[in-house]
């Protein structure tokens, strides 16, 4: 269905929101996110589309990407001032910038910091991102300014591991062994924004970093809204109540927004994939003719239309195109073939078809992606059962291997390795000691990925990533559905401060030079 442009801002009155917010200083930026609560604020554990973008105000790492590129070519020095490595690649030495100051008076940054703070990434038990430092071998302090990390084998993206993403993030090692679990809506880091207060349901408000070592911030801070409905958000931007709203997903809400006097659209990278996994393990997925069955039922191309050409672009492969290492050579299940795909189902012994559960976020935009899988894979007897849940409940119950097919959107630090690494190979499988989100059980690339990992050889290794997409693929481990960019509108008052092109964080970054004009 299609809404005109008028129509669709028509839908949303112009009702204020300001007695459900308190006053602001006039230099605080409102941030609309869509969900209905903080996940957290630990960036070891930070996963989420909604919690990223908050780290990337809150904290630093030893190198950065320039604040608007995800070009990892570019990295530039962030809490290290400089940076060299041994000639075989394997010991790494960082020099700190000196009097760089923690928020909330936990005193300087030291070496002693970015030790703890890169081996609480390490740890399974503390950290989201731990296999990303499987060839760490030791982290150690030289002294005060100066941190040496040695690895047992080359890595593909070292500085990658200390940029200011995931659990490259510095952390004050006394703030978070004070807070224990408290440190996710407690946390300290060193970068323009801290946090001030966190209410449950409502809101998190972040104050500027008067210390900043770049310097004071414009903005007087940041208010980030928990609002999960889009037209609720929608309101809230039209009404003056927000400054910044993560848009819809879709063709229709960009048209729209651009339409509107006195708002702008950002459309950034990176490109998030989209795709269903597929647990092997799990019958009737555990045959490969059912798995090809199902992804042969989804139209790829139908997902494009959906959202819209402005988002979408069709997925190549397993990993994100722009990936150091993607390789497009393997050709993919999923032209929406039901007739073929009932064929593969009774060949398998499924004459009356199947059905598969499926946990789902309940967020607006993800979840109308399922129902659209559901109405295709329903052409073809394959009956997918929805249960709906909200977003922090999705992340752990896909966690704990509860849905035979996980609908996940994701985007990595750009190198082949890490997107692999994470969804595909076995250590990462849910549910072991090691367990990333490998939600497939997928083990059909383990020597082909662990091999690039420790390949000198740029084009040998390049060979081993393609050959480790080719089985993945081949294997249905998983059905690569379509590349999704990031929107956001925001009122045109807004100035980010850099060209926004792009961001890991999956939303803005704020820097001290982001104003309210």
Same mark, same amino acid.
Not at 55 to 82: M, Q
Not at 294 to 318: C, H, M, Y
Not at 474 to 479: I, M, S
């Given at each position: 269905?299609?809404?005109?442009?008028?129509?669709?801002?028509?839908?949303?009155?112009?009702?204020?929101?300001?007695? &459900? @917010?308190?006053?602001? #200083?006039?230099?605080?930026?409102?941030?609309?996110?869509?969900?209905?609560?903080?996940?957290?604020?630990?960036? &070891?554990?930070?996963?989420?589309?909604?919690?990223?973008?908050?780290?990337? @105000?809150?904290?630093?790492?030893?190198?950065?990407?320039?604040?608007?590129?995800?070009?990892?070519?570019?990295?530039?020095?962030?809490?290290?001032?400089?940076?060299?490595?041994?000639?075989?690649?394997? /010991? @790494?030495?960082?020099?700190?910038?000196?009097?760089?100051?923690?928020?909330?008076?936990?005193?300087?940054?030291?070496?002693?910091? =970015?030790?703890?703070?890169?081996?609480?990434?390490?740890?399974?038990?503390? $950290?989201?991102?731990?296999?990303?430092?499987?060839? =760490?071998?030791?982290?150690?302090?030289?002294?005060?300014?100066?941190?040496?990390?040695?690895?047992? *084998?080359?890595? +593909?993206?070292?500085?990658?591991?200390?940029?200011?993403?995931?659990?490259?993030?510095?952390?004050?090692?006394?703030?978070?062994?004070?807070?224990?679990?408290?440190?996710?809506?407690?946390? /300290?880091?060193?970068?323009?924004?801290?946090?001030?207060?966190?209410?449950?349901?409502?809101?998190?408000?972040?104050?500027?970093?008067?210390?900043?070592?770049?310097?004071?911030?414009?903005?007087?801070?940041?208010? /980030?809204?928990?609002?999960?409905?889009?037209?609720?958000?929608?309101?809230?931007?039209?009404?003056?109540?927000?400054?910044? $709203?993560?848009?819809? *997903?879709?063709?229709?809400?960009?048209?729209?927004?651009?339409?509107?006097?006195?708002?702008?659209?950002?459309?950034?990278? +990176? #490109?998030?994939?989209?795709?269903?996994?597929?647990?092997?393990?799990?019958?009737?997925?555990?045959?490969?003719?059912?798995?090809? &069955?199902?992804?042969?039922?989804?139209?790829?191309?139908?997902? /494009?239309?959906?959202?819209?050409?402005?988002?979408?672009?069709?997925?190549?492969?397993? !990993?994100?195109?722009?990936?150091?290492?993607?390789?497009?050579?393997?050709? !993919?299940?999923?032209?929406?073939?039901?007739?073929?795909?009932?064929?593969?189902?009774? %060949?398998?012994?499924?004459?009356?078809?199947?059905?598969?559960?499926?946990?789902?976020?309940?967020?607006?935009?993800?979840?109308?992606?399922?129902?659209?899988?559901?109405?295709?894979?329903?052409? &073809?007897?394959?009956?997918?059962?929805? %249960?709906?849940?909200?977003?922090?409940?999705?992340?752990?119950?896909?966690?704990?291997?509860?849905?035979?097919?996980?609908?996940?959107?994701?985007?990595?630090?750009?190198?082949? %390795?890490?997107?692999?690494?994470?969804?595909?190979?076995?250590?990462?499988?849910?549910?072991?000691?090691?367990?990333?989100?490998?939600?497939?059980?997928?083990?059909?690339? %383990?020597?082909?990925?662990?091999?690039?990992?420790?390949?000198?050889?740029?084009?040998?290794?390049?060979?081993?990533?393609?050959?480790?997409?080719?089985?993945?693929?081949?294997?249905?481990?998983? =059905?690569?559905?379509?590349?999704?960019?990031?929107?956001?509108?925001?009122?045109?008052? =807004?100035?980010?401060?850099?060209?926004?092109?792009?961001?890991?964080?999956?939303?803005?970054?704020?820097?001290?030079?982001?104003?309210?004009?």
């Amino acid at each position: 269905m299609t809404i005109a442009k008028a129509t669709f801002w028509g839908l949303l009155t112009c009702v204020s929101l300001s007695a &459900a @917010w308190p006053a602001l #200083a006039a230099g605080t930026l409102r941030f609309g996110v869509a969900a209905a609560d903080l996940g957290t604020l630990d960036p &070891a554990r930070a996963t989420s589309t909604p919690d990223k973008p908050l780290t990337g @105000w809150i904290y630093n790492g030893l190198v950065r990407f320039k604040p608007g590129s995800d070009d990892i070519s570019a990295l530039e020095p962030d809490l290290a001032e400089s940076w060299g490595e041994s000639e075989d690649g394997k /010991v @790494w030495t960082f020099k700190l910038r000196p009097g760089v100051k923690f928020h909330h008076g936990y005193g300087e940054l030291t070496a002693e910091d =970015v030790v703890f703070s890169l081996k609480r990434a390490s740890n399974p038990d503390t $950290s989201a991102f731990a296999t990303d430092y499987k060839a =760490v071998e030791n982290i150690e302090a030289v002294d005060a300014l100066t941190v040496r990390i040695t690895l047992r *084998q080359r890595v +593909p993206s070292l500085l990658g591991l200390v940029s200011n993403y995931h659990g490259g993030n510095i952390i004050s090692k006394k703030a978070a062994e004070e807070e224990g679990a408290g440190f996710a809506t407690k946390p /300290v880091g060193t970068g323009p924004f801290m946090v001030d207060s966190y209410t449950s349901q409502e809101s998190v408000r972040l104050v500027r970093n008067p210390d900043y070592f770049r310097g004071v911030p414009k903005l007087d801070g940041i208010e /980030v809204r928990y609002i999960p409905s889009d037209s609720a958000r929608d309101l809230a931007l039209r009404a003056g109540e927000l400054d910044v $709203s993560y848009g819809r *997903q879709d063709q229709q809400w960009i048209d729209a927004t651009k339409g509107m006097s006195g708002f702008v659209v950002d459309i950034m990278r +990176p #490109a998030e994939l989209q795709q269903f996994h597929l647990n092997m393990t799990s019958a009737p997925l555990d045959k490969i003719e059912v798995r090809r &069955a199902v992804a042969t039922a989804l139209n790829r191309d139908e997902f /494009v239309k959906f959202i819209g050409t402005n988002l979408a672009q069709p997925a190549g492969s397993v !990993i994100p195109t722009g990936n150091l290492g993607w390789d497009n050579s393997t050709p !993919i299940f999923g032209q929406g073939d039901a007739e073929a795909a009932k064929k593969m189902l009774a %060949d398998a012994g499924f004459p009356d078809g199947i059905k598969l559960k499926m946990i789902q976020t309940s967020l607006p935009n993800m979840l109308s992606v399922a129902q659209v899988a559901q109405a295709q894979l329903a052409k &073809a007897g394959i009956d997918l059962q929805l %249960d709906v849940v909200d977003h922090q409940t999705f992340h752990a119950q896909i966690r704990k291997d509860l849905s035979q097919v996980v609908y996940y959107s994701a985007a990595r630090f750009p190198v082949a %390795d890490v997107f692999l690494s994470q969804f595909f190979l076995s250590d990462s499988i849910v549910g072991k000691p090691t367990a990333a989100t490998n939600f497939s059980h997928c083990d059909v690339a %383990d020597d082909e990925i662990l091999g690039a990992r420790a390949e000198p050889d740029p084009e040998k290794q390049r060979a081993l990533w393609a050959a480790a997409q080719k089985k993945i693929i081949e294997n249905v481990c998983a =059905v690569p559905l379509y590349e999704q960019l990031i929107a956001y509108a925001r009122r045109e008052n =807004v100035d980010w401060g850099y060209d926004l092109k792009a961001d890991l964080h999956l939303g803005p970054v704020i820097t001290e030079l982001t104003d309210l004009k």
